[in-house]
């Protein structure tokens, strides 16, 4: 029983509890949209010396979230951080390649979405020198097959 006793509040020292309960304040921040706050509390458990691989992972992941969400670029290379990482657990790497192909989707439709707007802008700009009238005409007199 005395045991029991030591263990347990030996292990609410240890930087296991403490780098969890860091990472747990950071997910509660984040979860109330406070990102910037969430950040600083991953970012110090990341920090850790002897942090277990599998928190550092998870908060890795997490402020890889955090980062999208307030739409800083940093956010891609913890992604790739944890993939590299061989002691994180194997969800959160799935995780991490799934979040990294939204990331790519998304990126790929805002850049179609860039061409297509550029596109009508370069149209747009070709008839801005022309009558309203002469467009008109011109619709008229174009050649039916």
Not at 59 to 83: H, K, M, P, Q, W
Not at 94 to 102: G, H, S
Not at 125 to 142: H, K
Request: a positive charge.
């Amino acid at each position: 029983m005395l045991m029991n006793l030591f263990d347990w509040i030996v292990g609410c020292y240890s930087t296991r509890q403490k780098s969890l309960g860091i990472y747990r304040r950071g997910i509660s921040k984040a979860k109330r949209r406070q990102h910037d706050a969430a950040i600083e509390h991953y970012t110090t458990v990341i920090g850790i010396s002897g942090v277990p691989e599998d928190v550092k992972a998870m908060s890795l992941f997490n402020r890889a979230l955090a980062y999208v969400s307030v739409d800083d670029t940093r956010g891609a290379e913890d992604l790739n951080t944890v993939l590299e990482m061989p002691g994180a657990p194997a969800h959160i790497k799935t995780e991490a390649v799934r979040k990294l192909a939204r990331m790519q989707q998304r990126a790929d439709r805002r850049s179609m979405s860039d061409e297509l707007t550029a596109e009508i802008r370069g149209s747009v700009s070709c008839l801005n020198g022309l009558p309203e009238n002469a467009v008109a005409a011109d619709r008229r007199t174009a050649p039916t097959d």
